[in-house]
Nanobody
């Protein structure tokens, strides 16, 4: 059974750094892309980053490109999202999701079939 579990969220101060983890089970990361998304109440889910298990390609939204780094550890079945210089506008519920696909990755939520439950990130002084 395909499952994803996010961890690493919490309450942090502006300027802090954070690592979110997405632990997968029942998923062969060699054939999947993993995306990280975030959502605040009343707004659409935003795809902030993705990584392809097939070719290692990554993508970031313009709003986070200089501060977020995604990585994949196939031996640990984990995809991490490193966030530097947190801002209050990074406050959101962060999800990871998996999509069986070919080369490359996309950040459209509609492309992803398996989702985790989310981890809350709150940035406030």
């Amino acid at each position: 059974q395909e499952q994803l579990a996010e961890s690493g969220g919490g309450l942090l101060q502006p300027g802090a750094s954070l690592r979110l983890s997405c632990t997968t089970s029942g998923i062969d990361l060699n054939y999947y892309s993993i995306g990280w998304f975030r959502q605040v109440p009343g707004k659409e889910r935003e795809g902030v980053s993705c990584i392809s298990g097939r070719d290692g390609s990554v993508d970031y939204s313009n709003s986070v490109q200089d501060r977020f780094t995604i990585s994949m550890d196939k031996a640990k079945n984990t995809v991490s999202l490193y966030v530097d210089s947190l801002k209050p506008e990074d406050t959101a519920l962060y999800y990871c999701a998996a999509a069986y696909r070919g080369l490359g990755c996309v950040r459209r939520p509609q492309a992803y079939r398996v989702w985790g439950q989310g981890t809350q990130v709150t940035v406030s002084s």
